[in-house]
């Protein structure tokens, strides 16, 4: 229940739903002649504007991408208990149709690929993340991961978690996890794979479940794209970064009140 009713409220904390309510209300004042309406109105405007700029979705999104770098080379392998690329999310399939993973996903997926193959396949990968819809219980996007990592010649050190829903859920399994592998170690070390924006909230979850983190960032927007003139004009790509950014960063705030990061 807890689960539901915070997806059910955490909409009205962000952009899209926002600035809806925002022009409702805007149009109400302006339809029973109240001043208040217009200056609304254009209040709202500009936000709008203000979200759909390069500037601010590099502030907002940008400033969580360059938190965490990958280190110049990975650890040795016999210091690495797991390789934990974590779930971005997967298109539910009807009839007989393939999951597609998302972009996102595709990219954290490639990545452990990566870093397996770098090790020769002698440290386990863990895709780990089940689905974050309260609707649809059943996730698909964790067996469909490992299926193209069998593809890649990595099958077998493939493994998933498909039972979580958050990314703090994502800790306590991955914890749970490990203790089930290797149930004589006290301490554990993991590489973190997921997207760069995503990376400060994720290291802070595993941290707090006492796990070393070598946190290896990859699905990047906006490094390496220059601020033209042409970031100035308004575009769905700009605001769907901003609205992320601050997807984070609520996303942290309620964690550090409920307890589960510092």
């Not at 926002?18 to 805007?26: H, K």
């Not at 794979?193 to 906006?222: G, I, K, N």
């Not at 950014?245 to 510092?262: A, D, F, P, T």
Request: net charge positive.
């Amino acid at each position: 229940m807890a689960f539901l009713l915070m997806k059910l409220v955490k909409p009205f904390f962000l952009p899209p739903t926002l600035l809806l309510v925002g022009m409702l209300a805007a149009w109400w004042g302006v339809h029973k002649g109240r001043r208040w309406g217009s200056r609304l109105l254009l209040c709202t405007a500009l936000v709008y504007y203000l979200l759909s700029i390069g500037p601010t979705a590099q502030l907002l999104l940008g400033s969580l991408e360059h938190e965490y770098t990958a280190p110049s080379t990975l650890p040795a392998a016999d210091s690495v208990d797991a390789i934990v690329v974590l779930a971005g999310g997967a298109a539910v399939p009807r009839n007989n149709e393939i999951v597609e993973l998302s972009g996102s996903s595709w990219r954290r997926l490639w990545k452990g690929i990566e870093i397996t193959r770098s090790y020769n396949g002698n440290v386990p990968m863990l895709y780990s993340g089940g689905s974050g819809d309260p609707f649809q219980t059943t996730s698909y996007e964790a067996r469909r991961a490992c299926e193209i990592a069998a593809v890649a010649g990595v099958g077998d050190s493939c493994f998933i978690e498909d039972g979580s829903r958050t990314t703090a859920e994502s800790g306590e399994a991955v914890v749970e996890w490990l203790r089930k592998r290797i149930p004589a170690k006290k301490g554990y070390s993991i590489i973190l794979v997921t997207s760069a924006f995503h990376m400060p909230r994720s290291v802070r979850v595993m941290e707090s479940q006492e796990l070393d983190v070598v946190p290896e960032p990859t699905d990047y927007y906006t490094r390496g794209k220059r601020q033209t003139p042409m970031a100035l004009f308004p575009q769905i790509e700009y605001f769907s970064q901003s609205t992320q950014g601050l997807h984070e960063r609520l996303g942290m705030v309620w964690y550090r009140v409920s307890g589960r990061i510092k």
